[in-house]
């Protein structure tokens, strides 16, 4: 029953940012981890990024340290990811979903239509 509305996907060159939202559509988020995941043409899920349910812990995959953050904001049931100097391999549909953040980035739950990150020049 958990549900996540994804938005703020678009087309960007290569070392331009996007901020992606993840909103809550039918359940405070406030209880629960959260984690962004990525799926590329012929390519494996991948988590990128996962927070705690106060948005005290937060780990990120190898290839988005440092330049991917994380945050989440409970009085407006949304998390957030903050995405700099994007390379081409982050091209990808990119979703977010209920998560457990304690030994990784692993998904909980149904997913959600996602949104769509191109970075091409």
């Known amino acids: 029953q958990w549900q996540f509305v994804e938005s703020g996907g678009g087309l960007v060159q290569p070392g331009g940012s996007l901020r992606l939202s993840c909103a809550a559509a039918?359940?405070?988020?406030?209880?629960?981890?959260i984690g962004w995941f990525r799926q590329a043409p012929g390519k494996e899920r991948e988590g990128v990024s996962c927070i705690g349910s106060r948005g005290i812990h937060s780990n990120y995959a190898d290839s988005v340290k440092g330049r991917f953050t994380m945050s989440r904001d409970n009085a407006k049931n949304t998390a957030y990811l903050q995405m700099n100097s994007l390379r081409p391999e982050d091209t990808a549909v990119y979703y977010c979903?209920?998560?457990?953040?304690?030994?990784?980035?692993?998904?909980?739950?149904?997913w959600g239509q996602g949104t769509q990150v191109t970075v091409s020049s």
């Open positions: 039918d359940f405070s988020l406030e209880n629960y981890a």
């Open positions: 979903a209920n998560a457990d953040c304690r030994s990784g980035i692993v998904a909980l739950g149904s």
